[in-house]
T-cell receptor
Framework: QKEVEQDPGPLSVPEGAIVSLNCTYS??????FMWYRQYSRKGPELLMY????GNKEDGRFTAQVDKSSKYISLFIRDSQPSDSATYLC????????????FGQGTTLQVKP | NAGVTQTPKFRILKIGQSMTLQCTQD?????MYWYRQDPGMGLKLIYY???????DKGEVPNGYNVSRSTTEDFPLRLELAAPSQTSVYFC?????????FGQGTRLTVV
């Protein structure tokens, strides 16, 4: 079993839809939870990060962490064609053990 | 504000050749990583380093070597290149678990 599981998709939605992207994990020691966005032929860029549990909102993006269920989500409201990309979740333990573990990534296409 | 810089951006190697992929960061991060990403796939960790002089294997280290003599630099060495090493290679550094990536090196082995 992989430490981090993420449905690769692809996920296709119409413009303006609410998008929900999810990851599950098995290691209860993870404390930092990140979402990265990767456009084609580019390096991943940090989109959101959350420490421990709870929600974090940034514009049209909301990240949620449910540590009791070992489940994290990224919601995109009013999705735009420019949101079309691959979204990767990533996690790490706290303190000095900062090794990152990535999910496989979910490819999202937002159709005009 | 350079961040993580990788060179070269593109390279074509013949089978059996060797090369070094360069990575440098200017954020004074202790953690650095090398990943490879095959088409349509996620990131696979090749090697990582927790600080100068300390390196460790990731999930796919075979055919690669690394060194970390300074905080800034983390080169990845390919010895005896094979077609299976055709991929996009990403270097990253991290602080408090948050990673910053370079723009990648696209390597083709023919």
């Amino acid at each position: 079993q992989k430490e981090v599981e993420q449905d690769p998709g692809p996920l296709s939605v119409p413009e303006g839809a609410i998008v929900s992207l999810n990851c599950t994990y098995s290691n209860s020691a993870f404390q930092y939870f990140m979402w990265y966005r990767q456009y084609s032929r580019k390096g991943p860029e940090l989109l959101m990060y959350t420490y421990s549990s709870g929600n974090k909102e940034d514009g049209r993006f909301t990240a949620q962490v449910d540590k009791s269920s070992k489940y994290i989500s990224l919601f995109i409201r009013d999705s735009q064609p420019s949101d079309s990309a691959t979204y990767l979740c990533a996690m790490s333990r706290s303190g000095n053990t900062g090794k990152l573990i990535f999910g496989q990534g979910t490819t999202l296409q937002v159709k005009p | 504000n350079a961040g993580v810089t990788q060179t070269p951006k593109f390279r074509i190697l013949k089978i059996g050749q060797s090369m070094t992929l360069q990575c440098t960061q200017d954020m004074n991060h202790n953690y650095m990583y090398w990943y490879r990403q095959d088409p349509g796939m996620g990131l696979k960790l090749i090697y990582y380093s927790v600080g100068a002089g300390i390196t460790d294997k990731g999930e796919v280290p075979n055919g690669y070597n690394v060194s970390r003599s300074t905080t800034e630099d983390f080169p990845l060495r390919l010895e005896l290149a094979a077609p299976s090493q055709t991929s996009v290679y990403f270097c990253a550094s991290s602080y408090e678990g948050i990673a910053f990536f370079g723009q990648g090196t696209r390597l083709t082995v023919v």
